[in-house]
């Protein structure tokens, strides 16, 4: 992994004001997303540790609770390269609170934006040329997350390649993933039941903006991928119950009266599973309820 | 990561573009042309030559100038297209260990996979020198009816060209990309796709950002080159009656009657009337002769190619259908490909969608373009559009009676994933041997064999009793994963589905050494 050295410009810092546990240190926006964030330190906080969070930018301020998933220590990040310090996922984040963030993001990349554009020169910065850190750092930043002003929040944290920002996607779509597992095709999609069918197609197209799986390509993680693969193919279940399954309700009930044909195997012979049996242990999701065959 | 590009690796022709700064362009070749011809030739001390230097010294090398390779890559020598391609080109076609389609020349046998590498390698080569930076990985375009094995061959071929092929994406999917983008318009499209040696139909929707493929039909095996070897036959024949000699048999005056014929076929597109004149062609014991038509009507011609032109109807038929629409429901015709130039071919496109199509496109770009979009979807430059494929074959697993169940029917959005309960066939069976097909035929044995693999310490019980779950992951790329599951134990087995055919990773890994060393 190449590091390009980067503008960190010298206001962000203080347009984004952190403490953890009362102590105030130094979050920089690029490690910061709707899941979580990286603290740059060589004093991290150990594994699991629960924390109190404060953060205040100009868009407002927030309190929450996180705890520690990951943890570089000196030693491991001497091994792999990397900058020492710690990862938080934050546990529970009410739907204002993720705005707030987002909000924080977009405003944070505006102010990035405005100042001519940072050279992204191969080489890393000296440790010099950059404004001296509230917490120990000698690592040059990445990728300069101006190059791609109007990335929306899931891509802004992958402007970093980092791990932790990898994490926090990852736990995104995890969340996004957990967020869908106990829901109605309906409520999947965000409409009404006796919605028309044209807001279910709006709902599953503006998922596939977001989830569809080339959306996450440039992050090159086969994780990642995968989990954005489950969240897009959750949302197009959802929508395929509505429009495709619901209206041939009738063609189902026939379906399920028909045998299912019996896997061939290596010797010949008789007999077939009732579609009835199958049919049930082919719903995927408790979701819509209805079974799914082809 | 340096720079993506996005390359058409076409049948006769292939075009490459990037996105700059919100515009495609299209990367010129060394020689400033726009389009490179897909050909790639063997000289006498064993270099190897490609594009238009290649098509140059075509007609005096004909037997290791390697010119269609996309018709073999990723089949079967014994496929019967392959067979009558076989008897239609100059150059040798012999069959692997493996039963896949090879190119034999004096040099030894080459894998249709390490020629469209020398192919995708001279284009990473001229577009380095215009970007002046890296280019690493590539988005490369198929036939939207390529299969599994088709689409890996050329995944393969990119590798051994030392790209790395973040997506195959289908002709016509990329067309509407390249066509629609700066158009943000809510349409429905169908795009007619007929280059030099596949045909593709697919109709696609576009709502504000959103392109979603709705279905898709073609045929790979229908193109230019089977227009320009009609009129070849004509000629031969012709020939044959006059001087009761045939020149079938003679490389050379084959390979000077396919690019007689093709010049023909082009120039009867915009003048009623062309002649061919192919001074001492062979030798008689009368002396020298030659092959000489001055009249070659456009009628003619167009009678000839009628149960070519016929060939074109029932795929936009059926897709149209698939789609679940009729033909009034389309807004607009795309006309994608060097032979939708044809005006019996555009004839048919009317006849067929009762409309014009649209003029404001370049049949020859358009793909290109679209892969460049593609691109740019990838790497988040587009962070707002989005393009929905589908599968354009059914895949299944094989039942009693060698008869095909399909867990993901044809023109499915993906990624998609399905599940499909299934019984054992008799009493105590023990295991089950999943078989992985793709195609639209009732029995598996007439459609392209995936790939296998046991479950195996199935619990005793009578039969009908045992359920095996198998579950196909069809991923964003198409890349197909089985997993089968037994019910009451929750005992797995999986299998990421490799291509039966085809190359080794270790194969692939050599001959892109071997490449690298090669150019140094």
């Known amino acids: 992994m190449t590091r390009s050295g980067g503008s960190r410009g010298a206001g962000v810092a203080h347009d984004l004001y952190c403490e953890i546990e009362g102590v105030a240190v130094t979050l920089r926006a690029e490690d910061l997303s709707t899941a979580g964030f990286f603290i740059e330190t060589s004093k991290p906080y150990a594994i699991d540790r629960e924390l109190d969070i404060y953060v205040r930018s100009s868009v407002g301020e927030l309190f929450a609770c996180g705890q520690v998933v990951q943890v570089v220590d000196g030693r491991r990040a001497r091994a792999e390269s990397r900058r020492p310090g710690f990862g938080v996922l934050f546990t529970t984040l009410e739907d204002d609170q993720r705005a707030f963030i987002g909000l924080t993001l977009d405003a944070l990349t505006r102010a990035r934006v405005l100042p001519p554009k940072a050279p992204s020169a191969p080489t890393p ?85 977001r989830f569809h799986p080339h959306k996450f390509a440039r992050h090159n993680s086969a994780e990642i991928t995968k989990l954005a693969t489950e969240v897009f193919i959750a949302y197009k279940r959802a929508y395929d119950v509505l429009t495709k399954l619901a209206p041939r309700a009738s063609h189902m009930q026939e379906t399920a009266r028909s045998p299912q044909r019996p896997l061939a195997s290596i010797a010949p012979a008789a007999q077939a599973a009732a579609a009835g049996a199958a049919a049930t242990n082919n719903s995927l999701r408790p979701s819509g309820g209805r079974p799914r065959s082809r | 990561m340096g720079r993506m590009i996005g390359i058409d690796l076409g049948t006769t022709n292939c075009c490459v573009a990037v996105l700059q700064e919100g515009a495609a362009a299209v990367i010129p070749t060394r020689q400033g042309a726009r389009t490179m011809p897909s050909i790639v030739a063997y000289t006498e001390d064993g270099a190897e030559i490609v594009g238009v230097t290649a098509q140059r010294q075509s007609v005096t090398n004909p037997n290791r100038t390697v010119f269609g390779i996309k018709r073999l890559i990723g089949r079967k020598l014994e496929d019967p297209e392959i067979t009558r391609w076989r008897d239609a080109v100059p150059y040798e076609v012999c069959a692997a260990k493996n039963g896949d389609a090879w190119v034999r020349t004096r040099d030894g046998d080459h894998s249709p996979q390490e020629i469209s590498a020398a192919l995708l390698q001279e284009i990473k080569s001229f577009a ?46 990329a067309a509407a990309l390249g066509y629609g983008i700066d158009k943000n318009r809510d349409q429905t499209l169908a795009i007619f796709d007929l280059g030099g040696g596949t045909f593709d139909i697919t109709i696609m929707r576009r709502s504000g950002e959103v392109f979603e493929v709705l279905a898709t039909n073609g045929d790979t095996f229908l193109g230019g080159d089977d227009f320009d070897q009609l009129l070849i036959e004509r000629l031969l024949s012709d020939f044959e009656k006059e001087h009761k000699i045939s020149l079938r048999e003679d490389p050379v005056a084959l390979a000077r009657l396919k690019e007689a014929s093709e010049t023909a076929k082009r120039e009867l597109s915009s003048t009623p009337t062309t002649s061919i004149n192919l001074p001492f062609i062979c030798a008689s014991p009368r002396g020298p002769l030659h092959l000489r038509q001055d009249a070659i009507e456009r009628a003619t011609f167009e009678a000839i190619v009628e149960p070519l032109i016929a060939r074109l109807e029932e795929p936009c038929r059926r897709a149209i259908a698939d789609a679940g629409l009729t033909v009034e429901e389309l807004d607009q015709v795309l006309l994608v490909g060097g032979m939708t130039r044809m005006p019996a071919v555009q004839r048919k496109v009317e006849e067929i ?24 979807i990838m790497t988040g430059e587009l962070e707002d559009v989005v393009l929905l494929d589908v599968t354009p074959h059914s895949l299944g697993v094989r039942v009693k009676e060698g008869r095909m169940s399909n867990v993901i029917g044809k023109n ?22 999943i078989m992985v097909y793709q195609g639209e035929q009732q029995l598996v044995d007439h459609n392209t064999f995936l790939g296998r693999f046991v479950l195996g310490d199935l619990p005793c019980k009578p039969a009908g009793k045992v359920n095996v779950e198998v579950t196909f992951l069809l991923d964003a790329d198409g890349v197909l994963s089985v997993t089968a599951r037994e019910v009451s134990t929750n005992k797995e087995a999986s299998v990421k589905i490799a291509p039966s055919g085809g190359l080794s990773k270790e194969q692939v890994r050599d001959l892109a050494a071997e490449r690298r060393a090669k150019t140094g």
């Open chain 1, 125 to 209: 910065e000296p440790p010099s040329a950059q404004p001296p850190p509230d917490v120990a750092s000698v690592h040059p930043p990445k990728t300069p997350s101006a190059a791609r002003p109007k990335a929306p929040v899931v891509a802004q944290a992958a402007a970093v390649e980092d791990v932790v920002a990898l994490k926090t996607i990852a736990a995104e779509l995890r969340n996004e993933l957990t967020k869908l597992q106990g829901k109605t095709a309906w409520t999947a999609l965000g409409i009404e039941a006796d919605a028309p069918l044209l807001n279910a197609k709006e709902a599953f197209l503006a998922a596939s903006k």
């Open chain 2, 128 to 173: 380095e020198d215009y970007l002046g930076e890296q280019v690493t990985d590539a988005v490369i375009t198929v036939p939207a009816y390529f299969n599994d094995n088709q689409r890996q061959a050329t995944k393969d071929a990119g590798a051994i060209a030392g790209l790395n092929v973040r997506n195959i994406l289908n002709e016509p999917t």
């Open chain 2, 353 to 376: 969608f009762g409309q014009i199509s649209a003029k404001d496109v370049n049949p020859d770009e358009i793909v290109a373009v679209g892969a460049a979009t593609q691109c740019a």
């Open chain 2, 412 to 433: 499915t959005t993906i990624p998609t994933s399905e599940k499909k309960l299934f019984a054992t066939t008799r009493d105590d069976q023990d295991f089950v041997e």
